[in-house]
Each structure stands twice: as C-alpha cells, then as structure tokens.
C-alpha cells in the first residue's frame, strides 16, 4: 500500500479559483441591477448556453429535477403514458417521470452503461410516449439509432445533466434529441454555486410553454395562462454558469486527459474494467467508473487510504424503494443489477494531479 495521502472525490476550489474573479464582478452587476430572479444575467446565460448546445431555445430552471419535469409536461407527457428510461440512472430520471403522471418503463443498459436500444424496441406498447435516452457519466446515449426504433412520434428526451460538452458524430448534446434537461449542480462539469437547470430545445411552441411553466404559467406578470410552478433560475447562479461557460471545454479536456492518464495507469490489470467510449461518443468524463471484482471491500480500502470514491449508482431504479409500485423485483435487469454490485468512481475532476493519480491507481492495484 503507497504512503497514505487524501484524493478528493471532486475539487470544486480548483475551479472556483480561476473564475472568482470574474464571478465576484459578474454577482456584483446582479446586485447592483436586483436582478435577482430571471433578469439579464439570466437572459445572457441562456443565450449563450443555447448557442453552446447548438438549439435555439434554452430556459433556466431552478434545478435539474425541475428541467425534466417541465420538459415532459410541456411536451404533453403525462397520465395515461409511459416513457421508457434506463434502469441504471439516478433516481431522478424515473422521478420526473412519475411525478407528471405517466409509468416509467425500466429497460437494461449494455456495457458501456448506455441505455439498451434492443430494450427499448421490446420495451413499447401503444401507450410509449417517450423515451428518456440517459448520457451516463459523461458520454452520450445513442440518440440516432433510438430514433430509428421509435420513430418520429415518440418524444425522446436527453437526460444530459452529466454530458455538458459531449459529442456524438459530431454533433452536441442537449441538440441530438426533441428536447433536453440538464442539471447546473455545483459538481457538473458546467456547475452552479447552488442548485440550478436547464431545458434545451429547437421547438419553439415547446420552449414557449416551459417559459410559461416555470413562471407561475406565464410570461408577463399576473399572466397565467398555464397551471405552472415557480421554477426560475437566479441571476447570481446565471452570473456563475456564464463565468464557467467560458471554460468548459478546457476542464473537459483535462477531464479526457485525465481519464487517459488512468487509462495508462491501469492498463493491462485484468482484475480491474476500464470504461469504455461507445463508438462515435466525445466522452467528456463527468465520472470515471471503473468494475472490480468485491466491490465493496475495494471501495472501503479506497475509503481507508483518504481516497474519496463513490458509486453511481448502488441500486438500479427498480430496487429502490421509492419505485415499488413498479412491481419488478430482483432479476428484471440482470446487466443493471450485476453492473451496480461492480462499478466505482474514482475521483475525476480538472486540477487534480498526476500524483494524485498516481496514488489512486497504485492503491485500487494494490487493494485488487
């Protein structure tokens, strides 16, 4: 075991050093104009998000969470219908979905994690109403060839709240699918300084009603025309996400580069699986999850050595108990749930060090 030293899992300080400056001035103008729910800053950030995802619409929303829900519901998603979504995501995912009144259909993931295309075909019924196509851990779901199962009438959705700077051919996430919902929290590769969201869309009539939905149902004040919700980004988190923005495909890149350096690290170690990039992905590494054999033993071991590690995700959807009403049990999603007993992230974040690397890959090696 290599001398014992602490590897955060991620070092928002680092980031946060090298945008202060410009972040205090930015937070500074939202003060001194009150700008403080929506406003400029917030219509300069959307703009400019928009314009990054390549989509003509982006609507700021007070989290992640929030950003599914409106999209689903301003797409008409709701009683009645089922969207079908990847066992293997965060519990918001199937959240959202069940909060706006429709079924999430759990289908399997294959290796590389990504929602299973096959489950998805074997998986609609005449009441499939979306698809919820999941960018797990930083590269995206593969959008092309769940459109040719689905066809043009189901609404895909990207779930991108861990893909912000992601490709796939070529073409940015947050634009692949009918509309998208990310997540600004504060560990995103693109995060706020508290919780915030997003929704990414070319459909203008679809853009206009989540403008409406996140404001009380509508656009002028004391105009509703929409039963809505109060859901609005805040000018300070714009300000920040704006000041971020900037660099963002700089820490990805550190992020890949990183990821390469953990790849020549462990290399050839069979007792340890490496993730893998689906062809035609640009992974942009917001985690760094590997598979290994005793799972938990390994993870206390990295816990032990001041190594901070996590899993993402300890439990597929169906097996929390939040989702018993879906009424599937142990065995359902088989890759899923062998995948959930295996995977760790390793800390992954830009800045940290080769030697910090150094560290953690001699430690998994000498735990395994």
Excluded at 291 to 320: C, F, M, N, Q, S
């Amino acid at each position: 075991m290599p001398a014992r030293r602490t590897v955060p899992f991620v070092d928002l300080g680092w980031q946060t050093a090298r945008i202060r400056a410009e972040a205090d001035a930015a937070i500074a103008r939202v003060i001194d104009t009150s700008g403080f729910i929506l406003g400029d800053a917030a219509d300069a950030f959307e703009r400019a998000f928009a314009s990054y995802c390549e989509v003509e619409h982006c609507l700021g929303v007070g989290n992640g969470t929030d950003a599914l829900e409106l999209a689903f519901e301003a797409a008409g998603v709701g009683a009645g219908a089922e969207v079908i979504l990847p066992a293997n995501t965060f519990a918001a995912t199937a959240e959202a979905v069940a909060r706006v009144g429709a079924t999430p259909v759990l289908v399997d993931c294959t290796d590389d994690f990504l929602i299973s295309v096959e489950g998805v075909a074997d998986a609609l019924t005449p009441r499939t109403r979306a698809v919820a196509a999941v960018h797990l851990y930083g590269q995206a779901a593969p959008v092309e060839a769940l459109r040719a199962v689905v066809g043009e009438d189901i609404l895909i959705l990207e779930d991108a709240a861990q893909s912000q700077g992601a490709r796939r051919n070529g073409e940015m996430t947050g634009g692949l699918g009918d509309v998208a919902a990310t997540s600004f929290y504060p560990g995103k590769n693109l995060g706020a300084f508290g919780d915030a969201g997003a929704v990414m869309t070319d459909d203008a009539a679809l853009a206009d009603s989540v403008r409406k939905l996140r404001n009380h149902g509508g656009i002028a004040r004391y105009e509703h025309s929409l039963l809505g919700r109060n859901s609005r980004l805040d000018g300070i988190q714009a300000a920040v996400l704006s000041a971020k923005l900037e660099h963002l495909d700089e820490w990805n890149q550190l992020r890949r580069d990183a990821a390469a350096v953990y790849g020549e690290l462990l290399d050839g170690d069979e007792r340890v699986q490496l993730p893998v990039v689906a062809d035609g992905n640009e992974h942009v590494f917001h985690l760094y999850v590997v598979r290994v054999a005793d799972r938990e033993r390994v993870l206390a071991g990295l816990t032990e050595a001041g190594i901070g590690a996590g899993i993402h995700y300890p439990k597929p959807i169906h097996l929390l108990p939040a989702f018993r009403f879906l009424a599937q049990g142990e065995g359902r999603f088989p890759r899923a749930e062998r995948l959930a007993t295996e995977i760790v992230s390793l800390p992954m974040y830009p800045g940290i060090t080769l030697d910090d690397q150094r560290y953690v890959a001699e430690t998994l090696r000498s735990l395994l």
